[in-house]
């Protein structure tokens, strides 16, 4: 197709249809070559004290300026990162942590982890580095256990501030229905009193009207219930 026909149907001009017709490419899609870093000469420093443990950012910051490095401590910082997401990524093992079912995950992030087995501990960790997401739902959760096995229930308002600032919708709707009954959620958090042996009597009086397949009357009922064992 000739240059002015393709300028007239694009509503450009004739020049710059015919030099990108000489580039071969629109000039948005050629590869920008990479501004040089005044950091990158000081990169393979960085990389060899991490690697030798150091994960002080600071403390790297420093010891790059005595190598001669003169900028702020941003791109120090933003080389760390890059460390320790290729390290994260590194550690986690996709096909162990996949054989997990939803239901099965769950459990891993509800039981206390001194419970967990080794290897249920490493798995937990493994989800926990795969995903910020999974580590903050973690985090909450086990503060929620703390909360209820320590009868802190003078945190219960701090936990639901950190759910709702979370972004984790499962958390928020739990957190939205601990809310619609606050009190007495805080009051069973914090007071040693519960009603478990109401409950409990009112489970077994009716496991006992359900073995008498509604055709005794009260009587024997009553008589069931006295001399239940």
């Not at 986690?92 to 769950?106: D, F, G, L, M, W």
């Not at 959620?185 to 008498?212: C, D, F, S, Y």
Request: charged share 30%.
């Amino acid at each position: 197709m000739a240059t002015q026909e393709i300028a007239r149907r694009l509503g450009m001009s004739d020049r710059t249809v015919r030099d990108w017709r000489k580039q071969g490419a629109f000039p948005e899609t050629q590869k920008r070559r990479k501004k040089q870093s005044s950091f990158d000469p000081f990169a393979a420093y960085v990389l060899k004290r991490w690697q030798n443990g150091e994960r002080n950012g600071l403390v790297l910051w420093r010891e790059s300026k005595n190598q001669g490095y003169t900028a702020t401590h941003r791109s120090v910082y933003r080389y760390l990162k890059t460390l320790k997401q290729a390290e994260v990524s590194a550690s986690v093992n996709p096909e162990r942590i996949q054989k997990y079912s939803v239901h099965t995950a769950s459990w891993l992030f509800v039981r206390e982890p001194k419970k967990l087995h080794e290897l249920e501990r490493e798995d937990l960790a493994a989800f926990c580095q795969a995903s910020t997401l999974l580590k903050k739902a973690s985090d909450l959760l086990q503060d929620f256990l703390a909360l209820v096995h320590q009868r802190e229930g003078q945190r219960l308002a701090t936990w639901l501030a950190k759910v709702a600032e979370s972004g984790l919708p499962e958390l928020q709707s739990f957190a939205a229905g601990v809310e619609k009954d606050k009190d007495a959620v805080q009051a069973g958090l914090t007071w040693p009193i519960n009603n478990g042996m109401a409950e409990g009597q009112v489970t077994k009086l009716k496991r006992i009207k359900r073995t008498m397949y509604g055709r005794a009357g009260f009587a024997l009922l009553r008589q069931r219930v006295l001399h239940a064992v």
